[in-house]
């Protein structure tokens, strides 16, 4: 390998250490270490998680963080719910006073990066979310979608998918519970006309886990909305969004629709990225007030025929 390229890689490397090294110091200016920070996150982004998850995901040792987590129920940060079926197991929640404590340090996040991107135009930002994804998507090419499978909806999945939207979008967003109701009602018709040779509900699993969802719902014989495209946290930057939008648009060009369309909220940036690589468009905005906030609703659109 050339000796420049590696010296491009050291350089971004020491770029980007210093940014985070900046973050850091900007919203972790409080009595809780970084490993502390990132357990408080972790609980909060999956309730009811274990001790045995949080260890995989942060790559900690169990006994470390054992430590951390009584010195967390001590100070009534977290709380422990002991599995009915298994004694031996205890679902991890945060306590209204961890919840305090992990918006005060998703504010601090949140204001830095915003301030971080502010300079940028909207097709910087884009560009900016589009080149993390790309280099994700090469550096970890061998690891993506390993342990993921992707399989049809079956019965039960509307419960756990309604959940999901549910917990991630009153998380990430702040939206309130009447965007539970609003996705529980965007099912009624599909579960009772479900029609598999013009529709198709995708879920994907990580060891019978499920951790996203997306699927293609008809409108007409021209038709196609996309619907129900989310996936967790902790699967994300693996490609698995690119995979899943594939799936949908290869599926709507077989079965001959000529347009697809979706909604959405300008709020959501991070998935304008893969809507716009796959083919749609933003043809309709306007202002709202629904779930708590002020938002600003989208339409999109892709021409199939001219992908």
Same mark, same amino acid.
């Given at each position: ?49 274990t001790a045995v998850e949080i260890c995989q995901s942060l790559g900690l040792d169990p006994a470390y963080l054992s430590r951390i987590l009584s010195q967390f129920v001590k100070k ?52 900016? =979310? *589009?080149?993390?994804? #790309?280099?994700?998507?090469? %550096? &970890?090419?061998? /690891?993506?979608?390993?342990?993921? +499978? @992707? ?6 999945? =509307? *419960?756990?998918?309604? #959940?999901?939207?549910?917990? %991630? &979008?009153?998380? /990430?967003?702040?939206?309130?519970? +009447? @965007? ?63 995979k899943m939008m594939s799936l949908a648009m290869d599926f709507c060009k077989t079965k001959g629709y000529e347009k697809v369309y979706l909604s959405t909220v300008s709020q959501l ?39």
């Amino acid at each position: 390998m050339s000796h420049p390229i590696i010296e491009s890689i050291r350089k971004f490397n020491r770029f980007y250490t210093q940014l985070i090294g900046l973050l850091n110091q900007q919203i972790y200016k409080s009595n809780y270490t970084l490993t502390d920070c990132r357990t408080i996150f972790e609980i909060g982004k999956q309730p009811g998680i274990t001790a045995v998850e949080i260890c995989q995901s942060l790559g900690l040792d169990p006994a470390y963080l054992s430590r951390i987590l009584s010195q967390f129920v001590k100070k009534g940060i977290i709380k422990k719910e002991t599995a009915q079926e298994d004694k031996r197991k205890q679902f991890i929640f945060l306590t209204p006073k961890g919840k305090v404590i992990l918006d005060d340090l998703e504010n601090k996040s949140n204001a830095f990066n915003e301030q971080l991107i502010q300079p940028l135009t909207q097709d910087q930002q884009e560009k900016l =979310i *589009g080149s993390m994804e #790309s280099i994700q998507s090469l %550096l &970890y090419q061998k /690891e993506q979608q390993k342990g993921y +499978t @992707f399989r049809s909806y079956r019965p039960g999945d =509307i *419960g756990i998918i309604i #959940s999901k939207h549910a917990v %991630l &979008y009153a998380t /990430e967003y702040g939206f309130d519970h +009447t @965007f539970e109701g609003f996705v529980a009602e965007t099912f009624v018709d599909f579960s009772k006309n479900y029609d598999p040779d013009k529709e198709h509900f995708w879920i994907v699993e990580s060891s019978t886990k499920t951790v996203g969802s997306i699927a293609i719902v008809h409108r007409d014989r021209h038709t196609a909305q996309l619907r129900w495209f989310f996936l967790d946290p902790q699967a994300r930057g693996q490609g698995l969004g690119s995979k899943m939008m594939s799936l949908a648009m290869d599926f709507c060009k077989t079965k001959g629709y000529e347009k697809v369309y979706l909604s959405t909220v300008s709020q959501l940036k991070a998935a304008r990225y893969l809507y716009k690589k796959y083919g749609f468009s933003l043809v309709e905005e306007k202002p709202v007030h629904i779930w708590g906030q002020d938002l600003v609703d989208e339409k999109w659109e892709a021409n199939i025929k001219a992908l």
